[in-house]
């Protein structure tokens, strides 16, 4: 079936180092790859998404390439801030009969420290 | 302001109460989802609704129903509920117009004792 893999975590950086959280999904279908942040006490809002292979989503700094040969979604940061400390969530949505269905990774915490 | 809204936001409850979670969203959205949020398990989809009278079963069904009677509302319903139930619920909704990206509502923490 679809599923979703991100790196364990939890992920701990000092203010302005460089963040990859790494995703990879299975491949069935042309689904559409999305990047979930969740802040502490709060629901999931959409970071950045991207729909086809090649593509690039970007937002507030953050950046993933849908990469078809590596089925593979990896998020990165050049230099991170508290703020971004949150629980960040990779997700993968199917086409075809299966419209509005989101499988999720497990979730990475990031704690950035100053 | 286009939003989801869950109610409640909290819920402590005893086994085999009968409870339902109420969701409501205001951007005439077809699909609508409900999830729960487990440490280490990520989010996993309970039920989702393509429109009004069609819901269909997600990942994790089990104990829970749902009813689309109307666009804006996807409750969800424990009829039974019992300890593994204890969890944080999200209801979502999206278009294919928007291209499927979903908007979550605030969650609801329930806790089954």
């Known amino acids: 079936g679809d599923s979703v893999t991100q790196m364990e975590g939890p992920v701990t950086l000092s203010e302005e180092a460089f963040l990859t959280i790494n995703c990879t999904y299975t491949?069935?279908?042309?689904?559409?790859l999305f990047w979930y942040v969740q802040y502490p006490g709060e629901g999931l809002q959409l970071l950045l998404k991207?729909?086809?292979?090649?593509d690039k989503g970007s937002n507030k700094g953050f950046e993933a390439t849908y990469r078809k040969e590596t089925t593979s979604f990896h998020l990165e940061k050049g230099s991170v801030q508290v703020s971004d400390s949150a629980v960040y969530f990779c997700?993968?949505?199917?086409?075809?009969?299966?419209?509005?269905?989101?499988?999720f990774g497990q979730g990475t915490i990031l704690t950035v420290h100053p | 302001e286009a939003q989801v809204t869950q109610n409640p936001r909290y819920l402590i409850t005893v086994t085999g109460k009968k409870l339902t979670v109420t969701c409501s969203q205001n951007?005439?959205?077809?699909?609508m989802s409900w999830y729960r949020q487990d440490p280490g398990l990520g989010l996993r989809q309970i039920y989702y609704?393509?429109?009004?009278?069609?819901?269909d079963k997600g990942d994790v069904p089990e104990g829970y129903k749902v009813s689309r009677k109307e666009k804006r509302n996807f409750p969800l319903i424990l009829e039974s509920p019992s300890p593994n139930q204890t969890s944080l619920y999200f209801c979502?909704?999206?278009?294919?117009?928007?291209?499927?990206?979903?908007?979550f509502g605030p969650g609801t923490r329930l806790t089954v004792l």
């Open positions: 491949a069935t279908g042309y689904p559409s």
């Open positions: 951007m005439n959205h077809e699909y």
């Open positions: 979502a909704s999206s278009s294919p117009v928007l291209a499927n990206e979903q908007f």
């Open positions: 991207a729909t086809k292979a090649d």
């Open positions: 997700a993968r949505l199917a086409g075809g009969t299966s419209y509005g269905k989101l499988t």
């Open positions: 609704s393509m429109n009004v009278e069609v819901t």
